[in-house]
Structures are given as C-alpha cells and as structure tokens.
C-alpha cells in the first residue's frame, strides 16, 4: 500500500495530465457532439477514439464482442485493474441529448491520465468502447463477451441536472405480442370474424388493471403498433410491444409472466392465436458499488464541486450498464450541466452537452474517476472492499 504523500501526488499527477490533455479532450466532445451516430453506427466516433488510444500507446482491439463500433484499450500490467467506459451513440432527431459526447471524452480522459502513472504504481487500465446505450444495449454483448472478466472495478460518469452518486436503475424486458384473428365485414357479417383488435385492447385493459396491484418500484408500459386497416374490416392481425421493469430480476420474471397471462387470456377471451415474443436481451437492474461511489465523492469534493445531498434518486429509468453492475464492482455517478428545469432526451440539454459548463463538469468528471482509479491502484484493501460489498459481504 502506497502512503498517504504518495497518493495524493499521484492524484495530483492525474489531474495534471487531464488538464495538459484538455484541449484534446474538449476537441473530441466537440467533435462527437458535431457528428452525432445513432446505436451501432458510430463509426467515426470508434474510429477517433481507438486512434487517440494508439496515440497515446494503448493496446487496442477493434470490433470486440462481434460489434464493428466497440473496442477496448488496455495499458499496464499486474496489479489491480479499472475499467472507464466510454459512451458515444446520439439519439434520433435529438443529437447528443443524453451527453454522450461527455461521457466519451471524459472516460477517455480518465483512462489516459492514469496511464500516466502506470511507472509509478503497479496496475492496469481498460477503456472499454461501448456502443448502443440508448438502442440495443451494447454493454450486454460486451459482458456476454467476457470483456469484463477480470476487471476489479469499472465506472463512467452521466451528465445530468443534479450531481448525485447514486441513482438506481430498473432491469428491463422488452415483449411483442400479436394476436391472429379472422377478417370480415364489420357491418355485413360481424358474425364471421374474430377481431384481434379486441385482443390486444383487452390485453393492454389487463395489464392497465395489473398495473394497480405491482410493487411500487417496477413498471410495465407499452403501445399499440397494429390495430387493423379500415374500420369496416374486421382486423385479423393486430399487435402491440410493452416493457416490464423492476429493481430485482426474480421479480421482474414473476411481472413478465403475469403480464404474459394478461395477453393469453385475451386471446382465449377473443377466440384469437396468440404469439409472443420477448424481444433482444434483457436489461438488469443497476448494482451500485457504494464503497467506489463514497471513494468518488471524497475524489470529487476535493476538486470543489458539490454533491447533492439526500436519499438514493429513484427516478428509475433502465440502462445497460446495469449489466456490467451485476458481473463487476460498478458506478455511474452524475454530475450537473444544466438547471433542474432541463432533463435528459430535451433539446435543451443537447444543448448543455456543448456548453461551457457541461464542458467544465466533464473535466471534473474524468480528473475524479483517475483520481479514484488511484485509491484502488494504491490501496488493496479498497479494492478488497468493493469485492466484498459486491459478493454481498459487506453491509451498510
């Protein structure tokens, strides 16, 4: 274990670094928030971090995980070893909304600060590349994919209206139901028909009653996308596609099978066919790390900025870093870059992800994840507690 003189130099030579990179690092976010790609299709923005990696003499491995736009960058040996995870997709019609030109540059950042201090203290550094957050979740591959494996600890930071530590995450499952009836007149021979509309408005009816009676931290939401083609037809096919969310993934199989009745009981109510079908892989809830994110609030604090104070936030959305949390010792804290007012997927904080001010949380961002990187470098029995709290050792 490395001395408390040490560390703190150490800490101070990462923060260095990142502010010797700063214009490259700002470059790069403008650059992202410039050319925004949508899920599975950023290719430029693969293509200019892995050569800033290489640059700057990472290992890098391209298409990782059978995905043309991940990669990762590993530099050091032995020792503990910390993954940043670099976000990088846009969404439709909005651009950078959800700031992932922040995300990128800042793990970016982080990665190569502590690379910096490899010949001082023994560890390794793993950038990971993950495309398709906000469709598709990458990060779900990348884990399938052994990418994780091995790695002690792993972290990115969000932008968001508040900065916070901590805020919860649901799993997810995604379910496409149809429903297959018979075609008639509606005013000549109703008689004739079996009318899948009905199916799938009994079946949304039903889920809408069930959604009554659910734990309070779940959620099942969905639409109609097929509902027949003229009114005086009978519809023999309509469908509909919903999501079912909750905290816990035993909990989130018991709503997705009572959800699954709600939809078969339509169809024997109706006398129509039914298909289900669960669609891609699964999100799982977000595991925080507590002991990571308490050594990233000190990191952060120390640096001047100001953390929210107050219960964990659960204002639950899914995401696919969920699924690194529950095979590694995850965070993903946020930090503010815009007023209250202004929320993720607006314009306005498309916007903020360009600012000055998102620009100045991201540098802080990315100096308080290296700068965390080093306590776990230098203090095996900070990485011996994470691995404790995640195997379920620890209490709080």
Not at 109 to 120: F, H, I, K, N, Q
Not at 138 to 158: C, N, P, Q, R, Y
Not at 361 to 373: D, E, G, R, S, V
Request: hydrophobic residues 45%.
């Amino acid at each position: 274990m490395a001395g408390k003189g040490e560390v703190e130099h150490l800490k101070q030579q990462v923060q260095a670094e990142i502010d010797r990179l700063a214009p490259d690092l700002f470059a790069v976010s403008r650059f992202l928030h410039a050319n925004p790609e949508l899920a599975y299709e950023e290719r430029q923005a693969a293509e200019l971090l892995t050569d800033v990696l290489e640059q700057h003499g990472f290992a890098v491995t391209r298409g990782v995980a059978d995905l043309p736009t991940a990669f990762t960058g590993l530099a050091g040996s032995g020792g503990p070893r910390v993954a940043f995870m670099a976000e990088y997709d846009a969404l439709p019609g909005l651009g950078h909304a959800c700031g992932h030109n922040l995300i990128g540059a800042a793990s970016l950042g982080a990665a190569l600060a502590v690379r910096s201090v490899l010949d001082r203290t023994p560890g390794t550094v793993l950038l990971v590349g993950c495309p398709a957050e906000e469709k598709g979740g990458g990060k779900i591959a990348l884990v399938e994919a052994g990418v994780f494996a091995g790695t002690d600890a792993a972290m990115l930071v969000h932008p968001s209206n508040r900065t916070e530590m901590v805020k919860l995450a649901l799993g997810m499952r995604e379910l496409t139901v149809e429903f297959f009836g018979k075609a008639s007149h509606a005013a000549a021979a109703p008689d004739q028909g079996v009318n899948a509309l009905d199916a799938v408005v009994l079946a949304y009816t039903g889920i809408g009653v069930l959604r009554q009676q659910i734990r309070s931290d779940a959620r099942v939401h969905g639409i109609i996308t097929h509902g027949g083609q003229a009114p005086n037809i009978i519809p023999d096919y309509a469908a509909a596609r919903f999501y079912v969310r909750a905290l816990d993934l035993a909990y989130m199989d018991e709503l997705f099978g009572r959800v699954v009745s709600c939809c078969e009981a339509a169809a024997q109510a109706t006398g129509c066919r039914v298909k289900l079908t669960a669609a891609g892989t699964d999100y799982h809830p977000y595991k925080p790390a507590y002991s990571l994110a308490e050594l990233f609030q000190r990191n952060l604090e120390s640096l001047g900025e100001t953390v929210d104070q107050g219960p964990v936030d659960r204002e639950l959305g899914s995401t696919d870093v969920g699924n690194v949390s529950q095979v590694v010792p995850t965070i993903q804290p946020m930090v503010q870059i815009c007023p209250r007012e202004v929320a993720c997927h607006m314009t306005a904080f498309a916007e903020a992800a360009a600012s000055d001010f998102g620009h100045r949380a991201m540098f802080a961002a990315a100096k308080a994840m290296a700068m965390t990187a080093v306590d776990l470098l230098t203090d095996s029995s900070a990485v011996a507690r994470a691995a404790a709290e995640f195997r379920g050792q620890a209490s709080r």
